[in-house]
Structures are given as C-alpha cells and as structure tokens.
C-alpha cells in the first residue's frame, strides 16, 4: 500500500493503500472511483455467474480479503462451502466471487511447502498475501531492551521476511504483551528503539511491520490495548516499514467512534480489518455501520485489502453464504 505525498518523507511509501487526500473526509469521489476500477479491474468488473448458490460478483467497490485460517488453519472462512480446508482450493473460490487477496495469521505455523504451495496458488489466480503473525504466541516483548530479547526479535522477522518472500507476502503484523514490572512509559520507549532497530530491515525487504492494538475485552494485558498507542508508535518510529492495523472490532470495542477515529490514523494505516461488535461475527449483525465505514475508505482513495476477520453468526454453509451476500449488500450500497 502507497501513499502520496503529504510534506513528510516517511509517508511516500509506506503502505499499499492509496490516499487521494490525508483524510478519507476530504477525499475525491472521483479519485476514489478512480482507483476501485483499477483495483477491480484484474478481477474482471461488471460480470456475475452462479458460484456455489449466491451471485458471483467481481466488481466489488473495495480488494475484499478472506482468511485462510481463522482462528486456526483448520478453519478457512469458506470451509462448508467449498467442502475443504486446502488453502489452494479456498483461494481458486475466493478467486471465482472476485476476492483481491486472502489473510492468514497463522501462516508461520505451516510448513515450508505448504506455504510455498500457497504462494503458487495465489500468483496461479491473481491473489494478494494479506497479513500474517510475526508472533502468535504473545510470547515476544517488544517493550524489553535486554540483548536476548533483541536477538529473539531479530531471528523471527528475518523468518517473516522469508516466509512472506515463499507467498510474495508484505505485511507482518506486530502485537506483544506488556511486562507488569517495567513502567508502560518506559516499554513504550524501549519498543519505538526495538522498531527502529528492525525498520531496515523490513524495509529493505520491500515489506512492512503492522502494529495491532488489541480490546482488552478480548485479549488482556498487552502494550497495544488502544489505537492511540499503535499510532503513537508508529509516529515515533517515523519510518515506512511500520504502520497499523486498523481492526473495527478492537477500534469499536477499545475505543468507538469509528469514522472519526480512521480520519485521525489515516496516514498510518497499513491494513484494515473487519467485524462487527458484539461478537466479532460478519458485518451486519451488530453495532457498526459498515455502508459508511466502507464509504469513508473509498471516498479517501483505500486501495488495500479489507480482510474479513470474523466468526458467523449461522452456522454451516448456510451461515457462510448468508455473511457473503450481506456483504455485497454493504459493498453495493456504497
């Protein structure tokens, strides 16, 4: 994702989203249909055919991402309805309802030729790798400065960087736990240096680190629990390989005010994801209003992924294909 120039050097590169103004509040219809049509253009705009009982559509407003393992790699976000969990055949799905890219957390717990097989299937369909966890563990303190842990760091983003190469990959994401003992201020401190230290690295990589804040509703005791603290961070940092991750669900829950909130980070957002609250289940079933949300990001020139990171609400494929047609709802209405 690539931004445009706004005054400062670290914001021309940065991230693959395009922002056609600083705010998505003062962005250019125009640009924003602009850059839709090229984004929807490798997967064929404006033609529909049956695929598995709903509508295929492939002219979708924004680069719609699904998951191929959440919460674990035995659970693709279309399991029922393709029958399987093999990621090669969920991306040749996601590719016929004219998906941009696919999501995987859990992409460094698979082995080396199953991702490599991945990756084929991705360039094979024309789908992007969206995010993955450098750590799912929550077991690296990023807000440590002790050798050890600088090391340990060091050694598990150089394997992200390889691991995203095998899936022509780009966006780590970042979350850690918080140490109790050592003040927040100084973990804060000492983490803006760890990210300093690995920023080259990344960078050079041609990839980026994404902060992710995490509700504490949800996942207790880590450095990150609001979007302030990711943004924060990122600033401080100052460099291109490190942005955030703007998740609705952790956004809502942690902090509310959605749209406004999106307006404040926009030059820091390196990827979005989405769910509704309460429950972190498909878009439509609770609190947020997805139209404006989707709007807000077309309307500021988004040109990355939207990952869906959600449960259902129904179960079965039933529930799989319900949550998708509610989503083109949400996405023709914009």
């Not at 691991?163 to 003040?183: F, H, M, Q």
């Not at 509703?217 to 609001?226: D, Q, T």
């Amino acid at each position: 994702m690539r931004h445009t120039k706004t005054g400062s050097t670290r914001r021309k590169e940065g991230s693959r989203h395009t922002a056609a103004k600083a705010s998505p509040s003062r962005g250019s219809r125009a640009s924003a249909e602009g850059t839709s049509a090229r984004a929807s253009s490798a997967v064929g705009r404006g033609t529909s055919r049956s695929v598995a009982g709903v509508a295929r559509k492939t002219g979708w407003k924004l680069r719609m991402a699904a998951p191929l393992g959440f919460p674990g790699t035995d659970r693709p976000h279309f399991l029922n309805s393709v029958g399987t969990a093999d990621p090669a055949e969920q991306i040749a799905y996601l590719a016929e309802l004219g998906f941009a890219g696919v999501q995987d957390n859990n992409l460094k717990q698979r082995g080396r030729a199953e991702q490599e097989r991945i990756g084929r299937a991705l360039e094979k369909h024309g789908l992007e790798m969206g995010c993955f966890v450098d750590s799912s563990k929550f077991d690296l303190f990023w807000g440590r400065n002790d050798k050890a842990t600088q090391d340990l760091m060091r050694k598990r983003i150089l394997e992200s960087i390889e691991v995203a190469r095998r899936v022509n990959g780009r966006n780590i994401v970042v979350s850690t736990p918080r140490d109790p003992l050592v003040p927040v201020w100084q973990e804060t401190a000492n983490m803006v240096d760890n990210l300093r230290r690995m920023a080259p690295l990344v960078e050079k990589a041609g990839m980026v680190m994404c902060l992710e804040h995490i509700w504490a509703a949800r996942v207790p005791g880590l450095l990150m629990h609001h979007l302030g603290d990711a943004f924060l961070l990122a600033r401080a940092v100052d460099s291109p390989a490190v942005k955030l991750v703007f998740d609705t669900v952790h956004v809502q829950g942690a902090d509310g005010e959605l749209l406004g909130n999106l307006a404040r980070v926009w030059d820091e957002v390196g990827v979005v994801q989405i769910g509704d609250v309460p429950g972190r289940l498909e878009p439509g079933t609770g609190e947020i209003n997805f139209t404006s949300f989707f709007r807000k990001l077309r309307d500021g020139g988004y040109g990355g992924l939207v990952e869906l990171e959600h449960n259902f609400s129904q179960p079965g494929k039933e529930g799989e294909q319900a949550a998708l047609r509610a989503l083109q709802a949400i996405d023709a209405a914009v």
